[in-house]
């Protein structure tokens, strides 16, 4: 460990001493202005979710004007670019190379039709827009980067994968993050992952909190209130269930917590209602203990329905559809993978104190499937964020952008040299 910590080290020293990367801080310098005006365009689009179209529109052509390759907009909606190695350099000896992705996501949790024009007060950095830092503030850091990158020349080992990607918010489910692992053109070749997210220059998500998401129906006969009485009541039964699920004794570590956030339900004071349903949102640091929990809710309602459907106080029981409407995979990063070590190293040399946190973003997914994955900030400030008085201060968000920019250059390096395949020079 003490040796790689240290070499990590020594790759960032040097790393930050080559003047192409000093040209790519010198235009992250100089163009802050630059990046506030792509956020201030950027935030006007609206992208709620499952509406991320017009955004991605915009980033297409944001990619273009960069000067990257590859450009396209994948079947979920991902706007995908390359920053590809010199042509004339050795080819890599894997066809086709590994990547590695740098992405932030395109959707707000706004919906279609909510104002989203950004307010400028007079000589105060602070800019007020739903999604300005949430995530504005990354995508614009995506864009920054990307444009430092080519203003300097650097031209990486193997190609740098960038996507705007959709579907990070609530209901989105990481529906773009999914797409790219599991089916894209790049799922097999994306071997190190970092997401850009909102404001922050210590925090590195590094733990994926998971959650799962249920929506729980009931349904029956119904009836008239008096003269149908005794038929079985789905509002009640929904209740008892959530009465008992309410008293679950959840373990506090790992972290494990139950919410229910909506009921639904009946027809009128005087009828005995067809339906009742709830939405349930249980989370777990730990993969095993969320599934575990989702088996016992599941127990509770079978055991229940179950034991009404005996009594046949009616021949038409009451029936049961607990449907997924969300999933996202606990996991974590393991403490001596080298993008983590990176990242120490890179915040050493920037005199940072690396803060890892828990989360629940687009590195889920990555994380979720063993591939090296953050979540890091993008500098600056914010607040208010899912709501309509979010705002974003960038200042002094430079210092973010160039730690991202070290820990891409190093992942990227390390990860074209982790491949074991025998190689006669490597850069
Ligand atoms: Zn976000």
């Known amino acids: 460990m003490p040796t790689t910590v240290a070499s990590a080290q020594r790759r960032i020293a040097r790393l930050a001493t080559l003047t192409a990367v000093h040209r790519a801080f010198h235009w992250l310098h100089l163009h802050q202005p630059q990046l506030r005006r792509w956020q201030l365009e950027l935030v006007r689009i609206p992208a709620p979710p499952f509406g991320e179209t017009a955004r991605a529109a915009w980033f297409f052509d944001r990619f273009h004007a960069l000067g990257l390759t590859n450009i396209h907009i994948d079947d979920a909606g991902n706007v995908l670019a390359e920053l590809s190695p010199d042509p ?3 080819p890599y000896p894997l066809s086709p190379p590994p990547c590695v992705l740098i992405s932030a996501h395109l959707d707000t949790v706004f919906p279609a039709g909510t104002d989203c024009n950004p307010v400028e007060l007079e000589d105060a950095a602070r800019i007020y827009a739903p999604g300005i830092c ?24 193997i190609p740098i994968l960038f996507a705007a990607n959709v579907g990070e918010e609530g ?3 990481l529906r773009g993050m999914r797409h790219l692992f599991e089916r894209g053109t790049y799922s097999r070749r994306i071997a190190a992952a970092i997401a ?3 404001s922050g220059t210590t925090a590195v998500v590094t733990r994926a909190l998971g959650s799962l998401r249920f929506r729980v129906t009931i349904t029956g006969p119904g009836g008239h209130s008096w003269t149908d009485s005794g038929t079985p009541n789905p509002i009640l039964i929904l209740s008892r269930a959530l009465t008992t699920i309410a008293d679950l004794e959840l373990p506090t570590n790992p972290a494990t917590t139950i919410n229910v956030g909506h009921i639904s339900g009946g027809t009128s004071i005087n009828s005995i209602p067809e339906t009742a349903t709830a939405l349930l949102d249980l989370r777990s640091t730990d993969p095993v203990q969320l599934l575990s929990t989702a088996t016992t809710i599941h127990q509770i309602f079978d055991d229940l329905l179950t034991s009404l459907a005996h009594r046949k106080t009616t021949n038409c029981p ?11 995979p606990a996991a974590a990063l393991p403490d001596d993978s080298p993008i983590l070590q990176t990242v120490r190293a890179v915040d050493r040399h920037l005199a940072l ?9 687009d590195a889920n997914i990555p994380l979720s499937r063993g591939i090296p994955a953050i979540a890091i900030g993008t500098g600056g400030t914010g607040g208010g964020i899912h709501t309509l008085q979010e705002w974003y201060d960038p200042t002094g968000r430079e210092t973010a952008l160039r730690r991202i920019l070290l820990a891409l250059l190093d992942t990227t390096h390390l990860t074209a040299q982790s491949v074991s395949l025998p190689r006669e020079e490597h850069v």
């Open 134 to 157: 949430d995530n504005g503030a990354g995508l614009s850091a995506l864009l920054g980067i990307a444009a430092a990158l080519r203003y300097a020349h650097i031209t990486p080992p």
């Open 318 to 328: 009451p029936k049961l559809l607990i449907e997924i409407i969300g999933n996202r």
């Open 171 to 173: 209901e989105g489910d």
């Open 88 to 90: 004339s350099s050795t």
């Open 196 to 198: 850009l997210e909102g």
């Open 353 to 361: 104190r690396t803060e890892l946190r828990l989360g629940s973003t």
